[in-house]
Nanobody, 125 residues
Framework: LQLQASGGGLVQPGGSLTLSCAVS????????VGWFRQAPGKEREGVSC????????HYSDAVKGRFTISRDTAKNTVYLQMNNLSPEDTAVYYC???????????????????WGAGTLVTVSS
């Protein structure tokens, strides 16, 4: 199983950014997949997760209404559309999955077994 996140960068407050996570070794039709982030000096947190078998999504309170998770099954890619970004969103973002988790809520609040390398998002003027 492999996941590769990309799309991070520097964005101004209020701006938007879309992260991509290309997956291989499994298909996006059963396990939950999700995005996590870790800000400097803080613990890693689940940001948004997707149950790929029933399309149920889960968002943390910090990003609800601003971030949207989606997938393209044909491209085996998961996306995170991030709008109205603030400096508090600055973090390294990771995508992750766990074949033992099909629930988006469980994945976001658990400890996924498989992680991709992170991509840095910096929100600053």
């Amino acid at each position: 199983l492999q996941l590769q996140a990309s799309g991070g960068g520097l964005v101004q407050p209020g701006g938007s950014l879309t992260l991509s996570c290309a997956v291989s070794g499994f298909t996006l039709n059963r396990p939950a997949v999700g995005w996590f982030r870790q800000a400097p000096g803080k613990e890693r947190e689940g940001v948004s997760c997707l149950s790929t078998w029933n399309d149920i999504t889960h968002y943390s309170d910090a990003v609800k209404g601003r971030f949207t998770i989606s997938r393209d099954t044909a491209k085996n890619t998961v996306y995170l559309q991030m709008n109205n970004l603030s400096p508090e969103d600055t973090a390294v973002y990771y995508c992750a999955t766990d074949l033992g988790h099909s629930s988006s809520y469980a994945l976001c609040n658990g400890r996924p077994s498989t992680w991709g390398a992170g991509t840095l998002v910096t929100v600053s003027s």
